[in-house]
């Protein structure tokens, strides 16, 4: 059983919980410590109590099973492990929690996880900051009482009304309604959740205009759908417990209501209750076991196999607690206090289950603020729609669906160029190609859509322009004519080595410049920032599958091979450094080789000898393969990784056996495993008959982003090149921008890690934003 739970769940987390899955083996030098688990023990609070134990008790058999943590304290030369015992109590009442907590303290724990109820949490906070040790409360409401914001206190559940601020969010910002409806019970849940709703929708711009209520006991809703039928808006948003909202789903499609209704109520019960009337309702929810991402599926399959049931997310939850505390060690060390200081850093994040966890360094914080949005389809699966952190879209926006605004009247009408410059023909042109469609579906898109709605009443219509360039001298002649013919901005090249003769244009003519190429030697190379990089650069890529390959996966004798290169020198100098920080990893062989070399021989003899546990290529398609295959000849059974995995021309030089097992990175790739990139996958392979790639979505993602600051400012390019750098967040089908953070104009940071399977397909393993890990973090 445990190896099957290994094999699905590799323990690890990164960056602010950073655990290492070394292989299990005797410790000379280890201690065990204390994590006191506190659930309620009320008859109406079993199920999520069990579960709450289950995910803590199976976070802890994982990391231990991985052979716990590094103590970052210890000396190299005799490091010391740490692995996790729970200590675990139970109460029914917020009185004997507090007995609870005070015997719990008493055994000297690294950290409380729990309460999970928010009346056994008020009043009994103070404990914690009394005797200085970290609490990871996970109620739902806000607790009350002394010590509620004390800097021991941590709180690792969204708050109460973040499901329904987003769910107004998503229903009007990305949605575009703006013809709403409410329903709510008289329970606290219903009466808060309608409120929360109605005020969101009010701050965007929304105003309710049928507003119904009924009791929470209520057996018969005829009354209150007929009002809201007879409305007939274009959403109607229920609120309440998952029987009236049910109910009152039921009674609104049995009277012929055909608009969106949107369910916030519990959503596990809501879907068992609701039948076929629930297809198409939209639920917010903070996890649920249908989430798509890799990360979610592997905790869902280790709790299934553990428990032979469907976890919840109070499993998610007291899960990711209970891992944020060992990774808190693993950062720190092991005492409260490190603990504590871990958790309330100023930089850093954790990927877990629900979402991604920030540290917090003002006391009583949260640690998430996320709502994952989900629809029930017509099978009656639940499949994610959208996802939400601190209020804004983060995964599956609106910022790749445009508004339709064919039927406004606006003031007037102008055509807005944006150029494309990037090879058309050869090898180099199959790139191109596919980057000129990625662009150019977007275009179609918004202008299916009507345009683009300027802040002064003007319908902005995008005009591509695009001009083929292959060599350093096309390409500037190229750039050059795009400016002249008054560009606002110019997309491209796809590839660094004819654009850096050309970087000065952009920033003489004041043209942003937004380019696929992930040349580091583009990062700053200008510092007025008119040249944006729409992909991470090779430094950041190698950086991200250094962290998960030492943090994640536990390697410690780790190996490089790469062509005489700008791209290859600079990525491998990104992966030692990272790997050279590790604690207890090194690298053991580090072979360079010419880019016209052809016989691998002698790297390959230097990097067996070496005997590393993974060995990573920074090369060409055709050496990668070439090495790949000698290795395995001459015995090597280590894992190979390669930093641009999703290059077709690799795998298609690979069997599926020779490719099997083999990982890496890129920026995106037509298998990324989020519902945006799917629906991406889909209209770019009905209107071009073949699959995008990295550079297609990059682009696809560009046009949208500039129509994003086109709609705010205008199409000045001074205007665009300054909106564009300051931009705080536009989430894309490739991940997040957020050029206000990066800046030197970088304008994603997001690294994806595949890994091919044994039918030779990539596979989404893990998803970064730079440093930090965001999804498949253990």
Not at 489 to 518: D, E, H, K, N, Y
């Amino acid at each position: 059983m445990k190896k099957q739970l290994i094999l699905l769940l590799t323990a690890g987390i990164l960056t602010f919980g950073s655990l290492t899955a070394a292989p299990v083996q005797a410790q000379n030098n280890s201690e065990r410590l204390l994590i006191a688990l506190l659930t309620s023990s009320a008859a109406e609070d079993a199920a999520a109590s069990q579960q709450a134990i289950n995910g803590a008790r199976l976070a802890v058999e994982v990391i231990n099973a991985g052979g716990g943590v590094l103590d970052p304290n210890s000396p190299e030369t005799n490091p010391k492990r740490f692995t996790f015992e729970l200590r675990e109590r139970s109460a029914p009442t917020a009185a004997e929690m507090r007995s609870a907590i005070q015997a719990s303290i008493e055994d000297k724990p690294v950290a409380i996880v729990g309460p999970f109820v928010t009346a056994q949490a008020n009043g009994n906070l103070d404990l914690a900051n009394t005797n200085q040790i970290p609490q990871l409360v996970g109620t739902p409401g806000d607790p009350t009482g002394t010590g509620v914001t004390g800097q021991y206190i941590f709180r690792t559940r969204a708050a109460q009304d973040t499901q329904s601020r987003d769910l107004a969010l998503t229903l009007i910002r990305d949605r575009y309604y703006t013809e709403i409806a409410t329903a709510a019970d008289t329970s606290t849940d219903g009466a808060d959740g309608v409120d929360a709703f109605s005020e969101a929708a009010r701050t965007a711009g929304v105003t309710i205009e049928t507003e119904v209520s009924y009791s929470a006991d209520a057996t018969d809703l005829s009354a209150a759908a007929q009002t809201l039928y007879d409305a007939n808006p274009e959403v109607i948003a229920v609120f309440g417990n998952a029987r009236t909202a049910a109910l009152m789903v039921t009674t609104l499609r049995g009277k012929g209501y055909a608009g969106v209704i949107a369910v916030n109520a519990p959503a596990d019960e809501f879907g068992r209750r609701v039948g076929p009337a629930g297809e198409g309702v939209i639920l917010p929810a903070l996890w649920l076991p249908q989430t798509q991402d890799r990360g979610s599926a592997r905790f869902a399959a280790a709790y299934r196999l553990r428990y032979n049931q469907e976890p919840d997310y109070h499993a998610a939850l007291a899960f990711d607690s209970v891992v944020i505390a060992a990774g808190a060690v693993k950062l720190e060390g092991g005492t409260p206090e490190d603990v504590r200081a871990a958790m309330s850093a100023s930089t850093g994040s954790f990927g877990g289950v629900q979402g991604v966890y920030r540290p917090t360094t003002t006391g009583g914080g949260r640690l998430i603020n996320t709502t994952l949005i989900y629809r029930i389809g017509a099978d009656g699966i639940v499949r994610e729609e959208a996802r939400y952190a601190d209020g804004n879209c983060v995964r599956s926006c609106a910022d790749t669906s445009p508004r339709d605004i064919n039927a406004l009247t606006t003031g007037r009408d102008e055509i807005v160029t944006i150029g494309f410059v990037a090879p058309q023909v050869g090898t180099a042109g199959e790139i191109g190609r596919r980057a000129l469609e990625g662009a150019q579906l977007a275009v179609n898109e918004i202008n299916t859509a009507g345009g683009i709605l300027g802040a002064n009443n003007t319908r902005y219509k995008i005009e591509l322009r695009s001009l083929s360039a292959s060599t350093p001298e096309e390409t500037r002649a190229a750039i050059q004519t795009l400016i002249a013919g008054g560009s606002a901005a110019i997309l491209g090249p796809t590839l660094v080595s004819p654009l850096l003769p050309s970087l000065s244009l952009a920033p003489t003519a004041r043209v942003p410049q937004l380019v696929s190429a992930s040349s580091s030697l583009l990062i700053g190379a200008n510092n007025q920032t008119f040249t944006f990089l729409l992909r991470p650069a090779d430094s950041i890529a190698a950086g991200s599958l250094a962290r998960y390959l030492t943090d994640i996966r536990g390697y410690t004798r780790l190996a490089t091979v790469s062509s005489t290169t700008n791209y290859a020198q600079d990525a491998v100098g990104a992966f030692n450094t990272i790997v050279k920080t590790a604690r207890g990893a090194d690298i053991v062989a580090a072979v360079s080789h010419p880019v016209t070399e052809t016989n691998f021989t002698n790297n390959v003899a230097a990097l067996i000898a070496a005997k590393p546990e993974v060995i990573a290529a920074y090369t060409s398609p055709e050496a990668a393969a070439a090495l790949l295959k000698e290795l395995r000849a001459s015995g090597y059974e280590g894992l190979f990784a390669y930093g641009a995995i999703t290059q077709a021309e690799f795998l298609s030089l690979l069997s599926k056996e020779e490719a099997a097992g083999v990982i890496g990175t890129g920026s995106w790739a037509p298998m990324a495993d989020d519902q945006a990139s799917q629906r991406f996958v889909d209209r770019f392979r009905i209107t071009f008959s073949e699959l995008p790639d990295a550079h297609s979505v990059a682009y696809y993602d560009a046009v949208y982003m500039l129509a994003s600051v086109i709609q705010s400012g205008g199409p000045a390019p001074a205007t665009i090149q300054s909106n564009l750098a300051r931009l705080d967040l536009f989430a894309g089908v490739q991940g997040e921008y957020r050029p206000g953070s990066f800046g030197l104009g970088q304008l994603s940071g997001t690294v994806m890690i595949f890994a091919v399977d044994s039918e030779g397909t990539l596979e989404e393993i893990s998803r970064w934003i730079g440093a930090d890990c965001v999804n498949s973090c253990y």
